[in-house]
Each structure stands twice: as C-alpha cells, then as structure tokens.
C-alpha cells in the first residue's frame, strides 16, 4: 500500500513529531569528550578502530541484536533430551553476537595483547563503546579481561589458559578447553551468609593430590552468585586448613569429562536480563589452587581490581546512552511551538546532565592511564588504587539518577520497553551493587588510606594539580582537606568523604583538561553551593549553550 493510500485509509494515524530511530550512527565520532581523551590520555595510535566499532555498535543492526539479546533471556537447562545431567544455559542467537563483537574487538584482551603504550586506555574506550550497545555481555567480557592479574599468581595456569582468554574469537560451545577457539572466564565468590563478607564463606577444598598453589582439590559449597555460568572457567574461594584461598575450577575436567558444576537456578534480575546469573554447588568439584595457600582474598582482589574499574566504565556508558537518547528526543520533539532542546528549562536539565556524564569520562580515562602506568610500587599504583574505589562508588551511584532524568525527557515514551530507555533505568543500579556495594567501597578507600597513607597524598596531589585556575575549586580543595585533619570517627562519615574525594577529582580533570564552559558549570553546580538536589537546577551566568552542543550525538545536526 502507498503512502497516499495509507493515509486515506488510515486517517487517524499519520505519525507526527516523533524523532527518528536513533541508529546508525558513530558512537565514538559523536562523542567529543571520549575521543579527546583517547588522545590525550596516550591511546591516539587506537582511533581508527575506535571509530570503526563506534559505527558497529551505533549500528540499526547492534541495536536490534541488543533488543533482542534482553528481550529473550536466557533458560537454564539442567539435563539433555537422555537424562544426562548438563547444566547447561541457552541463550538467543543475538547475545552470541554480542559476544563476538566485544570479543573480536578486543574488549577482553586489548590491554594485555597490544604490546604498547595505552593499551589500557584504548581498552576503555572500546569497552565503552561495547557497553553502550548492549550491557549484558559486558559481565563475562569485563571477567575475561580481569582474570589474567589473578591467574598471573600462578605462572603455569597462566600459561594454560593466556591463549584462549586472550583470543579474538568467541567460542560458545560446551567443551574442554583444549578444543576451543577461545575461552571465558568467570568469577563465584559470594555467599547466602556472607555477602560481601566473603571471609564468612563456607565452602570447602579438600587437598586430593600434591596441595599448595598449583595443586588440585575438591570443592563442596554453594554460591549465591555465579554470573555467566557458562563461562570456561571460574576464580573462586574456598577454605583450606591455612585460610580462605582462591581456586581456578573449569568446567570440564582434564580427562574430557564434566566437571561437577551444578547450576541451582537462574536469578530473576531487575536488570541486566541478556546476561545469566546463577546460584551454583560444587559438590566435590575438581579445582587447582591459584596463588598462595591462606591468600585467597588478596590474590582475588587483582581480578576485583580490574573489574571495578569496569564498573565505572559501564556506568559512564549508561549514562552517555541516556544522556543521548535525551538530546537526540529532544532535538526533534516539539511542544508549546518549538523544540524540546530549545527551550530554556529543558536546556538546563540536559546541560546538567551532560556535566555529569562528562565528568565520568574524564574520570575513567584518567584512571585507565593509571592502569598503564602503574608500577609494583609507583604513584601511579597508588592513584589507581585509591582512586578506583573513589569513582566506583560515586559515578556508579548517580548513574540512576542520570536515567531517571534522560528517561523523563522522553515522557511516557521513555517509560515503555519498546525504546532504550526502560532497559537502561533497569541496568543503571547494577554497578554500584556488584563488586561492592557503596558502604563496602567507602570502607575500602578508608583501608587504603590506612595501609598506604602515601595513596591519599598521590590522590590529593592529583586532585591540587588544578590549584589556582578556580578559587571556587581552592576553597573545595581546602575543605576537602580538612575532612583528614582530625580521623576520629572518619568511618561513620566515609560516605561524605569519598564523595568530595570524587567531586573534586573530577573538577580537577574537568578544569584541566575540559571546556571551560563545562568545567565552570560542574564547579559552580558541584563545589560551589551555587546547584540543587537535582538535575536541572544550574545556576545563571552559564554557557548553556555551548555544554549541551558539545554533548549532543553527532546524529542530531
């Protein structure tokens, strides 16, 4: 039927003022402050394939497969068709996509393949880009990529298992190890009991052949979280008779058999639906220890490491991904005679938002240059440690707030799960939960001061290298200062404390390295007193306009 035709027939329902599809677009080349600070943070030699996966996750086609992937989650099955137990999950044709995406763009393997400066930070910016296609996947890439610090513990399990967790092709089949292209890896630490106390775990490892790191030993226990079960391979912790200690367990054992990997049940998420989480039991499952008997928790902790700096990568996506859902909305909407974005109120609320999301790129890409320059003993190190933890807890705690508001600007449209936007709202909260919730973060700042007190000298020194641009900023400074001037009772008030720690590292960044229209906006809404409790709320005096043209996605001209 012809357009003309439709219409006589169809009176009622010519579409008007509605945006066209977000889609096919370039999420790197419309993304100003990404792209500057790939150059600027030493990853320029990786544009190129930056732009070229840009436009393969902006693509109609990566949108579509994302709908796709969280619209038709993943089943568990127990058994085969014969009564063999399997358990195996199955998952749409779209997440397997997905993962080959991410994969063969070197989401999991970049920063330890690419043999050279700014492998880390190119890294970032690709596992960005992944993330603003689809967040699902990014769980059993974010591992792979974080288990090769852990599995560095134990030399000879490294070597088994580097080359398939650092290979470009994703293998989704049930098999040995040996007889893949490529591997996952995954991660099961918490407990019913215990939580994030994973000191009060209960499961056991019994010593079956020559004990100690590297040995072999039998798991019985039960994991309240396992994500991505049907990764290749899982770190975990257990205890032995010298403490809690971390073992590698894989899904198929060396003699082409089935581990005893059981999979209790699949979680019912309120977001990240592509992705499966599990509740698991081993019962007398075959494992090999990892790193020193007794060290468990230290010698997980560089896998957890690299996945929270994950967790604020992603967040910062969400965020973007809503922010330009926002802007592109309303760049094309109309009310009351003109464009949503034309109009002063609506202009302040995606400006402020726009403030936030760039503040938590230029956070991430700091602290992945960090991650490339970091010694065993170096600031560098220390600033990533410190300032690792400080960011997760702040921009993976506002990223539901950033939803909330982009989800408004779309009104009821951005309420239905036919668009982006209801995905997005759901995903937002996810971050600041896994790999430590907020209180369990703060804490762990306050444990990093107190182990290496140089790493908040290094983390203050970053922050005071933007000293004298901004007396707003000095007197933030100062008063940030202040809150480590007297330590009594510094873990009642942690919450305040990190937050500062964040809001003035990312003005710092935001000064030295942004617009100054950006950066006078986030000092004055941020540092100064002069914002509100929520977004929309920038003070006058502000180049409006210039923060939100610099925001807006290449795709609204």
């Known amino acids: ?141 974010t591992m792979t990529h974080a288990a090769l610090p852990a599995l560095e513990n134990q030399p000879e399990l490294a070597a088994e298992w580097r080359p398939a967790i650092l290979s470009r092709d994703y293998d989704p089949r049930s098999l040995p190890v040996a007889e893949k292209a490529g591997a996952t890896i995954g991660m099961a630490m918490t407990e019913k009991q215990g939580g994030s106390d994973v000191r009060a775990n209960s499961t056991r490892a019994e010593r079956v052949a020559a004990g100690g790191p590297g040995g072999e030993y039998l798991l019985t226990g039960h994991k309240w979280f396992c994500s991505a079960p049907m990764c290749d391979a899982f770190l975990t912790l257990a205890h032995t008779e010298q403490g809690l200690s971390c073992f590698l367990v894989p899904r198929w054992l060396p003699d082409g058999n089935r581990n005893r990997f059981l999979i209790q049940r699949l979680k019912d998420k309120l ?167 907020g209180n369990v973060i703060c804490l762990d700042v306050l444990r990093a001061i107190q182990r290496e007190p140089e790493s908040l000298e290094v983390l203050l020194g970053e922050i005071a290298s933007a000293a004298g641009a901004d007396r707003r900023f000095d007197a933030a400074l100062a008063a940030l200062k202040e809150e480590f001037a007297d330590l009594a009772g510094l873990e009642g008030r942690a919450r305040r404390v990190v937050e500062r720690l964040a809001v003035t590292l990312q003005a710092s960044l935001l000064i030295r390295n942004g617009p100054p229209a950006v950066a006078d906006g986030f000092v004055a809404s941020r540092l100064s007193g002069d914002g509100g409790a929520l977004f929309g709320s920038l003070p006058p005096g502000l180049d409006i306009d210039a923060i939100v043209e610099r925001a807006r996605p290449q795709a609204v001209d």
């Not at 977000?22 to 990853?43: K, P, T, Y």
């Not at 579509?64 to 358990?87: M, Q, S, V, W």
């Not at 070197?106 to 960005?128: I, K, M, N, P, T």
């Open 1 to 141: 039927m012809s357009d003309a035709a439709r219409k006589a027939v169809f009176t009622t329902h010519e579409v008007l003022n509605q945006p066209p599809p977000f889609e096919d677009v370039n999420l790197f080349d419309g993304d100003l402050a990404l792209g500057e600070a790939l150059r600027r943070e030493g990853g320029d030699w990786a544009w190129a394939e930056a732009s070229r996966f840009g436009a393969r996750c902006g693509s109609a086609e990566t949108r579509e497969l994302a709908r796709l992937a969280n619209r038709h989650e993943p089943e568990l099955k127990l058994f085969d068709r014969f009564g063999h137990r399997i358990d195996e999950v199955e998952f749409h044709p779209a997440y397997h996509r997905l993962m080959q995406t991410g994969i063969g763009a070197g989401c999991s393997a970049l920063a330890w393949d690419a043999g050279r400066d700014g492998a880390h930070v190119a890294r970032a910016a690709r596992f960005y880009l992944h993330n603003l296609a689809e967040n699902g996947t990014a769980c059993p890439i």
């Open 271 to 437: 977001g990240n639906r592509s992705n499966a989480s599990s509740e698991i039991e081993y019962d007398r499952t075959w494992c090999r220890m990892i790193g020193e008997e007794g060290r468990g928790v230290a010698t997980i902790i560089n896998m957890v490491h690299h996945t929270r700096l994950d967790c604020i990568i992603g967040s910062a996506a969400i965020m973007r991904g809503a922010v330009a859902e926002a802007l592109h909305h309303t760049a094309y909407r109309s009310a009351f005679q003109r464009h949503l974005i034309e109009q002063p109120l609506m202009r302040n609320v995606l400006a402020d938002l726009a403030l936030e999301q760039e503040a938590a790129v230029q956070l991430f890409m700091r602290l992945a240059r960090a991650y490339d320059q970091g010694t065993a003993a170096g600031p560098e190190r220390l600033f990533a440690r410190i300032a690792t933890a400080v960011g997760k807890y702040w921009v993976c705690k506002r990223t539901p707030a950033v939803a909330n508001e982009a989800l408004e600007c779309l009104g009821g449209a951005g309420y239905v799960e036919e668009g982006p936007m209801a995905r997005l709202y759901r995903e937002a909260p996810l971050n600041a939960i896994w790999e430590g919730s």
